[in-house]
């Protein structure tokens, strides 16, 4: 947060739910929205991958406290959390939907628009010739990040007998047969984890193509990297996007994926 509120060049900063516990929730979302206003930006809140029953009802409890913290708006991850957001009348053009909640046509956007929902995420599946085709007015796309692999409720520090019911969220990690090893957060206020590619995605490179998509804004997506990683890919960023200079990404990681972005999901 630190490292991003440092920039100028951008508008808004999400701010991760499972990043606060669920004792001083409000509390330190107040102190994170007063820190983005006091740059100049607007403070989001990311809702949770899963929105299970208990979740909902803490959501509820706090509602009065979440919207008095000076959250400007809510990037909403599931189904479960639009229900949610209808049902306590929150003001649906302050709301950005999430990849997760598909847009893969310009029919399912036009649904999405049609119900309120008039801000979303570009799925993260669809190649360039397919993003060409779909209308991204109204649209973020996602331009770096370590995206999500799997999102499952069976607690890796649980199955080794680890858990202690931590309040907030930690990273442990996987290694598979070729011994690279896959960030693994888990999000114990709501027990659940998600696996991250070890790989980010990167097309901040690509920024000169990509520009031609003509989305409504950029994100950049930081989940498991240091303060100094997110320095270095703002940077960059700023170098590809606003001086039309080649960024060197080579110091943030050794390897990047374009994603689906040239071959696509099928």
């Known amino acids: 947060l630190r490292a991003a509120a440092e920039q100028d060049f951008f508008t808004r900063i999400y701010l991760d739910s499972s990043k606060n516990n669920h004792g001083s929730f409000a509390a330190q979302l107040k102190e994170h929205a007063g820190r983005i206003h006091a740059a100049g930006k607007q403070a989001y809140l990311a809702l949770p991958a899963v929105f299970r029953t208990r979740t909902v009802q803490f959501y509820q409890e706090q509602w009065k406290r979440i919207c ?10 599931t189904q479960d959390e639009l229900g ?26 036009r649904c999405y628009q049609r119900a309120g929902w008039r801000y979303d995420t570009v799925p993260l599946e669809l190649n360039k010739k397919e993003l060409r085709e779909r209308e991204n007015t109204d649209s973020e796309l996602i331009i770096y990040g370590h995206l999500p692999l799997m999102t499952s409720a069976q607690c890796i ?35 659940y984890n998600t696996v991250y590619n070890p790989q980010p995605l990167s097309l901040i490179q690509l920024a000169e193509d990509i520009r031609k998509l003509h989305p409504a804004s950029f994100r950049l997506w930081f989940t498991t990297e240091q303060e100094e990683t997110v320095r270095l890919v703002l940077k960059n960023t700023k170098q590809a996007f606003l001086e039309h200079r080649q960024p060197d990404l080579s110091a943030v990681a050794d390897a990047y994926t374009n994603g689906h972005y040239k071959r696509g999901a099928l």
């Open 157 to 191: 520090q649980k199955t080794f007998g680890r858990c202690g019911k931590a309040a907030g969220s930690a990273v442990c990690y996987l290694k598979d047969r070729y011994a690279k090893e896959f960030p693994v957060r888990n999000v114990c206020s709501e027990c």
């Open 68 to 77: 008095g913290s000076g959250i400007d708006g809510f990037l909403v991850r």
């Open 84 to 109: 949610f957001l209808e049902q306590m009348q929150y003001a649906r053009e302050s709301c950005v939907t999430d990849h997760g909640l598909y847009t893969y046509s310009n029919y399912t956007k």
